[in-house]
């Protein structure tokens, strides 16, 4: 791809506290790179963005936006990609509609999100809404595999400045409940593909009862050497699995907790967040049914939705009065918000495993209850496949007592991602079978290559994971381990189907290297209690993880090291040679939000794009030669290390020091640190003049960005804020906006 016409770095538009945030830093950064005749530009990848470029022929000229994510499709697949990505929005479906409803307050001609589409308009619209919701941005972008690690910086920081943790007991009720059979792990069969098996597409089908086939997908290319999975779970076994989950809490006395990501899994999980809901209030949907089907009321967007939808019903407030009557008599529910009366269960998007989990166990097992008090939870997750690296988790600070972040070692990750590997690239080929029947995947050659029987209502998928990134994950886990001498396990469990496959390729790849004894392989129960071993003792490890583990482990273990998983240094090596460099977690990014709007203080914390900027810069310096990237990365580096040590990170109350002083300092010492190195000494000199102008100017600065704080603030919207508003809420300093502009 030529780059005549694209930034030496691009920075990503994306949503919530992270693109607020970006309102107030980006100036800076374009001033300091700009002193280097470097470029920073941005796309826009956030969930209006990816609405509105979705259905063009319904904007005016003026209202139209480029597709920035299918571009930044096929930038990452050229070698001098490098692209800062902040979190983004993935969007589950009430979050989808409450951004359609605004945008079209805002004057845009874009249809409703149709729950049931029927004409084929709906149907079109269904689609385009689909391809935007969910995981729609990751598997477009991750062209390449994951190293991803606590930063020297923010480690030190951690132990000089430990985060609360909540004590365990040993006699805790807090646990992790699993299916035992008939769930994705158990029904998991695993393929590799062979020449001639990949000569022509691939196919899914359907066959009925009476003998009906039918085409699901077809048209399916893959290259010899990729792994190919299929796998359902069981509906009938789900919803038995939810009703003695329900009858064990209430017998235990703990919160009840379901742990998904409806999000990442977007087909797969809101069918498994539906089913909970139905079965926790299954008294009102079995009286009910045929109403709630006439209504348009369904489970999958959860109680919030839900009860919004029977509040219009004819006889809505004599639902409700029983709804609220079996609630009684159901374990209490783990809360989102107990001030609120937001449960686990309002929305789908509102509890995320990876984020939900570390919660629960950095807390000393404990959940809020919609008493507003801490108490024991059973920690629900249905498929077996990842749930015991958190049951292991639990048993083993039960045992152990809390992590002391003064002492831990770390966990750091290599993770398999790129080309949409494993289950986060299963959207497309994730149904949910009508009728009772076979499924089958046939290959090209007409080899059938799984076949399962299934029931109505069991959620079937097929993942698959190519030779070329897992060779690339491979020899990556093998740098990584070179370079650090680290202890690095492989979390892949031979009993797996997906993992038995992966295996053939890890297992020679580590015998031609001489380092099958030096390299551990390991189930991931076993490698999640040999991890925190470790990490309890001051050792640090390399987990060598597939996709999903990547996320759920890049949360887990950084929450409980460094109080966050927003702080992680994230470099996805592009397979092609250029660089992705990501920015940490958004999920309390909404709180976020909602803090300024009311209070006019953001603490969103922005050293993960500083850790992300530094290393975009050295990657820039070091594949375009450009020296001065090198020194303004470096620079950065030291910038943020002093910001850290000087306690200027954002606080979290109004009236403190927010993401915005945090700019400040940052942009202070990194201009200090500029002038103050002798590399470059015309950058040196350019640098100086504004560093000493950012520290003379220090109290008029500081008074600046703390007027109005405490008072409410009008974005324009949530989901498409205004810039001009942005721009004025997160830029309050007259004085700054003079010396940076």
Known sequence: MSDQTLPDIIYTKTDEAPQLASASLLPILRRFLGEADITIGTKDISLAGRILASFPERLTDAQKVPDDLALLGEVVKDASANVIKLPNVSASVPQLVAAVKELQ???????????????????????????????????????????RRAPSSVKAYARANPHR?????????????????????????????????????????????????????????MPAGTIVDATFMSAKALKAFYHAQIEKTLADGTLFSLHLKATMMKVSDPILFGHAVVAYLQPVFDRHADAFAAAGVGPNAGFGTMFNAIAQMPNGAEIKAEIDAVLAERPPLYMVNSDRGITNLHVPSDVIIDASMPAVI????????????????????PDSSYAPVYEASVNFCKENGALDPVTAGTVQNVGLMAQKAEEYGSHPTTFEIPQDGTMRVIAGNGDVLHTHAVEAGDIWRM????????????????????????????????????????????????????????????????????????????KDTIAVTGNVLRDYLTDLFPILEVGTSAKMLSVVKLMQGGGLFETGAGGSAPKHVEQLVNENHLRWDSLGEFCALGESLRFLGNAQNKAAANVLGNAVDAATEKLLSEGHSPQRKAGQPDNRHSHYWFARYWAEALAAQTTDAALAAKIAPLAAELAQNETAILSELSQGQGHAVDLGGYYNTSDALAAAAMRPSATLNALID
């Open 463 to 538: 993942a698959s994971a190519r030779r070329a990134p897992i060779e690339n994950w491979i020899q990556l886990a093998i740098d990584r381990m070179q370079a650090t001498g680290f202890e690095t396990i492989f979390w892949l469990d031979r009993n797996r189907a997906h993992d038995a496959e992966l295996l053939k390729y890890v297992e020679p790849a580590l015998a031609k290297a001489g380092l099958t004894d030096a390299v551990k392989i390991m189930a991931p129960r076993e490698a999640t209690s040999r991890s925190f071993e470790l990490i309890y003792q001051g």
């Open 362 to 381: 950095r807390a000393g097992g404990k959940g809020w209850g919609p008493d507003g008090a801490e108490a024991d939870t059973n920690c629900v997750i």
């Open 105 to 147: 307050g805002q004057g845009y001609d874009i249809p409703d999100y149709p729950e049931n589409p029927q004409t084929p308009d709906e149907v079109e619209a269904r689609k385009r809404y689909d391809a935007v919701k969910g995981s729609a941005v990751n598997p477009v972008l991750r062209e390449g595999n994951s190293d």
């Open 165 to 221: 943790m909540g004590a365990w007991s040993k006699d805790s009720k807090t646990c992790v409940s699993t299916m035992a059979a008939n769930d994705f792990y158990s029904n998991e069969t695993s393929v590799t593909l062979t020449d001639a098996q990949a000569e022509g597409p691939l196919k899914i089908e359907h066959t009925a009862a009476d003998g009906t086939v039918t085409t699901l997908k077809d048209g399916i290319k």
